[in-house]
């Protein structure tokens, strides 16, 4: 097997690997499998999945540097593309099905309920990111500028476990995790960028 063929498995494997929770929702949907509250269980399990990949697209470039595997990052954009998707389905759902369209109930929850104030802002700010993901964007807003811009992943993620955390009423364990990883995630950053000032 040649390495474009080998290219090309891994990069399948990846995309189908990222679409298969959408596929396994949409199947317990289907089924009447998604309990007592399907739409809560539908809206949770949209923005937790978006939450993972999401922490899986920050994981991508420790690991490639750590692994010495620096073409792990040309998977960055697909993951990161696929969170955006997950969490757009996941506010789609929220405002559609959930509120039925009814902005003005979406905008008093938004004002009111702090864990949907921080799930918007982390939205808005996502939005900027998944539209210059392409390479004529980067282009035309130029390496340096397009690197600044996505630095705001490392509020954007931030945002998304305190959402989370914040939703859960019982059981705070999953998002705690989440928490414990991105603090590593970001603490690893913080320490590459030291020894980068400091060489």
């Not at 739409?39 to 920050?58: A, D, M, S």
């Amino acid at each position: 097997m040649d390495r474009k063929t080998r290219e090309r498995i891994v990069y399948g494997a990846v995309w189908l690997a990222c679409l298969a929770p959408f596929v396994w929702l949409a199947a317990q949907a289907f089924l009447a499998e998604l309990g007592a509250n399907p739409i809560e269980r539908l809206i949770r399990q949209l923005g937790v999945w978006g939450l993972r990949l999401l922490i899986v697209g920050l994981a991508i470039t420790p690991l490639a540097r750590i692994l010495k595997q620096p073409r792990l990052i040309r998977f960055r954009r697909t993951v990161g593309l696929f969170a955006f998707a997950y969490v757009s389905a996941h506010l789609l759902t929220y405002v559609g099905v959930d509120q039925y369209f009814d902005f003005g109930a979406v905008w008093r929850d938004i004002l009111k309920r702090p864990f949907i104030t921080l799930g918007m802002m982390a939205f808005v700010l996502l939005v900027p990111l998944a539209a210059t993901s392409t390479n004529g964007m980067i282009r035309r807003l130029g390496p340096q500028a397009w690197r600044r811009l996505h630095w705001l992943i490392y509020a954007i993620v931030p945002l998304g476990v305190v959402h989370y955390y914040l939703l859960v009423k019982a059981d705070h364990r999953p998002p705690l995790v989440y928490g414990a990883i991105v603090f590593v995630l970001l603490g690893w950053r913080v320490a590459e960028r030291l020894r980068n000032l400091r060489s």
